[in-house]
Structure formats: structure tokens, C-alpha cells
């Protein structure tokens, strides 16, 4: 018995910041992010994999930053198997 497999994606994510003080909110910003998780899809990463996302909102937001961030993947741009999941 084999477990699932675990994938290295090249993954289009869109940001947006919002500064509560300020009352401004930014529009989207598009960028690349890696990320390593057993769910290859854009909707099931965001709902399932918490640590993907929160390793991919340190890498985007400062430590310091304190306004409201909304992160949302837009598409997989490459996926490569690199592993599986110990047995379940």
C-alpha cells in the first residue's frame, strides 16, 4: 500500500492588500509562488492545505504587516510528483 502523492507546483496567485486605517484597498497583484502539497488543485489547496497558505502569505506580506490580506490561486502553471504520503 502506497499513500497519495505529494507535488511541487509552480502555482499564479493573486494578492490584495487592504489598509483598514487608510481605507484603501489595492487591487490585485498577480505573481508566482511555489508551493508543496498532496492536493493539485487551486480550490482544494486554499480550503485543505492551511500550511501551504500560510507559507505563501509569509512569503508575500511582511512580518510587521497588520492591515487584512486576501490571497486566492488562480491556477496551477507546472506540477511535479515528488513523493507520497506516509500510509494512511
Known amino acids: 500500500m502506497t499513500g497519495e502523492p505529494i507535488y511541487y507546483m509552480i502555482l499564479e496567485v493573486g494578492y490584495r492588500k487592504f489598509y483598514p486605517k487608510k481605507k484603501k484597498q489595492l487591487p490585485y497583484t498577480v505573481t508566482k509562488q511555489w508551493c ?20 505563501i502569505k509569509q512569503r508575500l506580506f511582511a512580518k510587521t504587516y497588520k492591515g487584512q490580506s486576501q490571497i486566492k490561486i488562480n491556477k496551477v502553471l507546472s506540477k511535479k510528483e515528488v513523493g507520497q504520503t506516509a500510509i494512511d
Do not use: N, R
Open 36 to 55: 508543496v502539497s498532496k492536493y493539485d488543485d487551486p480550490q482544494d489547496i486554499m480550503i485543505h492545505a492551511t500550511h501551504s497558505m500560510t507559507s
